[in-house]
């Protein structure tokens, strides 16, 4: 094959500017999603167990079944609860004499705490800003898988 001529189709996401269709608002389906609710309607639960997206919503009927939020909301809490609890210890460390053993007491807790309360609301923002962006099958069409033969 020469260079050139292989045909690559772009994929394009967002709204207006790049597809053609109407653009949805990013910053309110990623708070409705932080909220746990539908990124469309803001109704419907988002969750029906910890971490488990309902396959539809029941107010709007907007499918989420699709979503591909994957393991980037679990990503995203290890940033956000590291940057809290390392900034956090070293500044506790800098101004206190506290022993190792109470360094443990206090962050270990504190990380498993801020973790589990962060997964949920994380997960839904990220299923908001798919949403918004006509990832993953929220724009009417089939997400496809690039052969990489």
């Not at 988002?46 to 971490?51: E, P, R, S, V």
Request: proline fraction near 4%; aromatic fraction near 8%.
């Amino acid at each position: 094959m020469m260079p050139g001529d292989s045909h690559v189709e772009e994929q394009v996401f967002g709204g207006e500017h790049h597809s053609g269709r109407v653009a949805r608002p990013l910053w309110t389906a990623i708070k409705r999603g932080l909220l746990g609710r539908c990124p469309r309607c803001g109704e419907g639960k988002l969750f029906y167990a910890f971490t488990k997206t309902v396959d539809t919503c029941s107010v709007c009927g907007e499918e989420i079944h699709h979503h591909r939020a994957d393991d980037l909301p679990a990503y995203l809490v290890i940033v956000i609860v590291g940057h809290i609890v390392v900034g956090s210890f070293m500044a506790v460390e800098a101004t206190t004499t506290l022993s190792n053993l109470q360094h443990a007491l206090i962050w270990v807790p504190l990380t498993i705490i801020l973790a589990l309360a962060l997964l949920q609301p994380v997960k839904g923002a990220v299923i908001g800003l798919q949403w918004a962006l006509y990832m993953h099958g929220f724009g009417d069409e089939k997400d496809e898988f690039e052969s990489h033969s």
